[in-house]
């Protein structure tokens, strides 16, 4: 399993990257969907930065926090969970979520909100790596579908998570350019 210092260099890359392929963008483009089903390339990166923001980093801090009364100490993953984290990736496939008014990313409000979230995360994942280095891998939040994550795991599925999306955020391209 990689260091947590090497998850966060491969993290600020992916996230290098994403802002590099905004300027490839106009916010038309970035509100632009190929139907009601699938995402724009906006709300794409507006899910990414609210879920490390208010899902993710909380649960690390959750973690972190060794006296929270939420804290799962002898949860395991589910078999797709342990399947993830052996591979440190996500299957190269879609994901689907029920699409609920909570799972639908709202489309975002400008270019520069975009880039400073991406910014806001990757100073939040900064400020955070150095404090797993003294957490307890005992304590654990659930996910909802990879089920108990320690610290450390929360950390690495944020950087796994981003790199899922180029797979994403390559179709919508695609789907720009035929449409």
Not at 88 to 98: D, N, R, S, Y
Not at 119 to 127: D, G, I, K, T
Not at 134 to 145: C, D, F, G, I, Y
């Amino acid at each position: 399993m990689r260091s947590t210092m090497e998850v966060l260099q491969s993290f600020e890359t992916t996230v290098e990257r994403y802002v590099a392929e905004l300027n490839a963008f106009d916010m038309e483009q970035l509100h632009q969907k190929e139907d009601e089903e699938e995402w724009s390339i906006g709300q794409m990166y507006v899910h990414l930065i609210q879920s490390a923001l208010s899902m993710h980093l909380p649960n690390i801090e959750q973690c972190l926090s060794s006296n929270d009364s939420t804290l799962n100490l002898d949860g395991e993953k589910t078999e797709w969970g342990r399947q993830i984290f052996e591979l440190e990736q996500f299957p190269p496939v879609p994901i689907k979520v029920p699409t609920t008014p909570q799972n639908t990313p709202k489309l975002p409000e400008s270019m520069e909100s975009l880039i400073a979230g991406l910014h806001m995360v990757v100073e939040r994942m900064r400020s955070t790596e150095a404090d797993l280095r003294l957490s307890s891998v005992s304590n654990k939040t659930l996910h909802p579908a990879l089920g108990a994550l320690n610290a450390q795991e929360w950390f690495l599925l944020i950087e796994m998570h981003y790199r899922h999306h180029f797979l994403q955020l390559d179709r919508l391209k695609m789907n720009l350019q035929r449409g």
